[in-house]
């Protein structure tokens, strides 16, 4: 194993370098502190690696992202969102009968304590769905005796996120509740819960369901991005599944993340409303000053297509057509692509669409609304998070996560009578 050389304060460090199943290189510190008193200091963690994983690879510069050596494409076309949730969770693509067997337990699971009808109703139906789901996991430990860890625990948080967004959806709506069915697939469950008639047998459209099924694939895993590693942070305090998840929606709900899709469609809208004037939305996200960014773009790793934004620029028109439905925002945002991919200011700062530029126009021909699209996200992201979480809590190296920091406040001082303060 190769070493990395430090000279710091007079101290010279070996530093072991460890280095990745791709070629990926990275120096361990972990001795730096005790070895030389330093700290490393480096603000939004770019360079900083915050764990070992087995789950997901990207490669920025090159525009790839594989879960467990499989390529994004190939799971996109050929995989069920079930297969991918066993994959992520359990290392391999299911055979058939663990499909099966993975199958019945989520049917199993998704359905819930009554109790949590309850307390979603008693919350007002004005919140964002973001609020009514994080509140939702805190809420769901409640009503189960258990340490919060367990395989029971997965599959219910794995399975109950789809019905507690499709009740969260019914409920914004004023809906009566719709029950999981053990008769129908992930995504089928969630649209007949979301979109069903009370009492009636389910009426799905299989390019709908095919559509959302593509869409929790693509949105499943993303290796250490901001809410997974919330996630992870709050699971090393040893909480519980529920309380990191949790915490992970709140992360995933800010517009630098996964908030951007809701961002992206409002900012397509206005543009639509502005009668289309493209030039003035890139001429604002070029002027800092305006504190406007063209939501959809850009990547802290991605530095060349965002490989899952391919996929759905392709699925909007595949979606729409099957749908028969023309939509002008596509147009825009089509356009709007074009115009910044040419323009000197992206172009210098390698600033590409990202996953959330297109899956929006996707949830508004599915009939989703706008504020429900972080949902969606979620929806997804839930089965990453459990894989990061598992992978993390069995980790022989676990510890809990405590960053250090540079401190640059005052030196100690005495406290003086508050009379004499001023
Ligand atoms: N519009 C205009 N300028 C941008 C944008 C944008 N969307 N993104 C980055 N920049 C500029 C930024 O001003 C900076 O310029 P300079 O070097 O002159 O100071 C440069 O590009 C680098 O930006 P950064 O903020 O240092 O990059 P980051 O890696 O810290 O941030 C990001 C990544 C995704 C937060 C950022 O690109 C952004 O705000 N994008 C818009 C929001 C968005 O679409 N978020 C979804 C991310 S992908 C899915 C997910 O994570 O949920």
Redesign the pocket.
């Known amino acids: 194993m190769s070493k990395a050389q430090l000279s710091i304060r007079g101290e010279d460090l070996e530093l072991p370098v460890i280095e990745g199943s791709e070629g990926e290189v990275g120096i361990d510190i972990s001795r730096l502190r005790g070895g030389t008193g330093a700290v490393t200091l480096d603000a ?1 963690y ?1 360079n900083t690696g915050s764990c070992q994983s087995g789950i997901t690879f990207i490669d920025g510069e090159k525009g790839i992202l594989r879960y467990r050596g499989y390529a994004i494409e190939d799971l996109a076309e050929k995989a069920s969102f079930e297969e991918v949730i066993h994959l992520l969770l359990w290392g391999e693509l299911p055979t058939q009968g663990q499909l099966d067997d993975l199958n019945q337990k989520l049917g199993e699971y998704a359905v819930l304590d009554d109790g949590i009808k309850g307390f979603l109703k008693s919350l007002p139906k004005t919140a964002h769905p973001m609020s009514l789901l994080a509140s939702a996991y805190t809420a769901l430990e409640t009503f189960y005796d258990s340490e919060g860890d367990s395989e029971e625990d997965v599959l219910r948080v794995l399975a109950g996120t789809a019905t507690l967004s499709a009740y969260i959806y019914r409920h914004c709506k004023g809906l009566d509740f719709i029950d999981p069915r053990s008769d129908l697939d992930f995504a089928g469950n969630f649209l007949h819960m979301s979109f069903g008639k009370v009492g009636e047998e389910p009426n799905l459209n299989p390019a709908v369901q095919e559509a959302i099924n593509k869409l929790l694939i693509l949105h499943a895993d ?1 290796e250490q ?2 809410s997974a590693s919330t996630v992870r942070m709050v699971g090393s305090a040893k909480a519980s599944l529920y309380m990191s998840i949790a915490a992970g929606v709140g992360a ?1 709900s800010g ?4 908030g ?2 809701q ?2 469609l409002e900012m397509l809208t206005a543009v639509q409303e502005d009668g289309g004037d493209l030039e003035k939305y890139v001429n604002m ?2 002027d ?1 000053s305006s504190g406007f ?8 790793v991605y530095k060349n297509f ?1 490989p899952r934004a391919k996929i759905l620029k392709a699925a909007c028109d595949e979606v729409l057509e099957s749908l028969g439905l023309d939509d002008p925002l596509l147009d825009i945002a089509k356009k709007l692509e074009a115009v910044a991919l040419e323009d000197e ?2 172009v210098k ?1 390698r ?1 590409y669409p ?4 297109y899956s929006g126009i996707i949830y508004r021909a599915l009939s989703i609304p706008t504020n429900m699209f972080t949902v969606m ?1 979620a929806l997804g992201r839930v089965s990453g998070w459990i894989a990061q979480w598992k992978e993390m809590r069995n980790d022989p190296a676990f510890r809990i996560h405590r960053p250090r920091q540079i401190y640059i406040g005052e030196t100690a001082r005495a406290i003086q009578p508050i009379s004499e303060r001023g």
């Open positions: 939004g770019g993303h991005n901001c995933l517009p630098l993340h996964g951007a899709n961002a992206v996200a070029k800092k960014r063209l939501m959809g773009f850009g990547h802290r965002d200011f992206f700062r600033l990202n996953v959330d530029f996200f």
